[in-house]
């Protein structure tokens, strides 16, 4: 059984090494950023208004992500393990996964802040997959994984990100210590090229059991 949470700032990578151990252990990658961007709620305005938030960089209330990370959790393709990537992002978040499930390891991923502007300032995501990718390891101007027509995502504006940062110190930051205190903390060095931090990060799943 693998139950890992990937942590870490955002642009530190989370979504590229979340593909990788998806494929490697064949367990489902869960994105949280990708789902709210990807699906819209039953109710039209409460989706207009959750858009809003992530599109000025702030998090979406505790109860509907709960909410929301418990129904996709509940799916029968978690059931060997699964791979969460943006949540939990508050302590709110990681007690209610706590009371929830149980987690086997936490992976965070440590990039120093310059390089993340730069990852940001160069991330395209594909309109048609999700998957995200750099300029700089771009061929064409396609998705290198289904072909779909790239674009970038509103939230990756300079003002927005300044903000994501701002939550993340605030909120999210806090959890390193929470996990740390629980033993299941494991910190990768997310500055190499991604397939460096690709093989540390493998080599950690494969110790969390
Ligand atoms: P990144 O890790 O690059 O910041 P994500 O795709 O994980 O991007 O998240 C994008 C946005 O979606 C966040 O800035 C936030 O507005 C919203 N979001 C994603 N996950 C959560 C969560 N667990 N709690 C609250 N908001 C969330
Ligand atoms: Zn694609």
């Not at 942590?7 to 490697?24: D, M, N, R």
């Not at 799916?75 to 699964?82: I, P, R, T, V, Y």
Request: glycine share 10%; with cysteine.
């Amino acid at each position: 059984m693998r139950r890992i949470v990937l942590l870490g700032p955002p642009g530190s990578g989370k979504g590229t090494q979340a593909v990788k151990i998806c494929e490697e252990f064949g367990i489902p990658h869960i994105s949280t950023g990708q789902m709210l961007r990807e699906s819209s709620l039953d109710d039209p305005e409460l989706d207009r208004e959750m858009k809003a938030i992530v599109a000025r960089g702030e998090l979406v209330p505790d109860d509907l992500m709960n909410e929301l990370v418990k129904e996709r959790l509940n799916e029968d393709d978690c059931a060997n393990g699964f791979i969460l990537d943006g949540y939990p992002r508050t302590m709110e978040q990681a007690a209610f996964l706590d009371s929830e499930v149980g987690i086997d390891g936490v992976l965070l991923l440590d990039v120093p802040l310059e390089l993340i502007a730069e990852r940001l300032g160069g991330r395209r995501v594909c309109l048609n997959c999700g998957a995200s990718h750099h300029v700089s390891r771009l061929k064409s101007g396609e998705c290198p994984a289904c072909g779909g027509e790239l674009g970038t995502r509103r939230d990756d504006a300079p003002e927005t990100v300044r903000r994501r940062f701002q939550v993340y110190e605030l909120s999210t930051r806090p959890l390193i210590e929470r996990y740390a205190k629980q033993g299941k903390l494991m910190r990768v060095d997310g500055s190499g090229s991604f397939e460096d931090v690709t093989s540390d990060v493998l080599a950690c799943v494969r110790s969390a059991v």
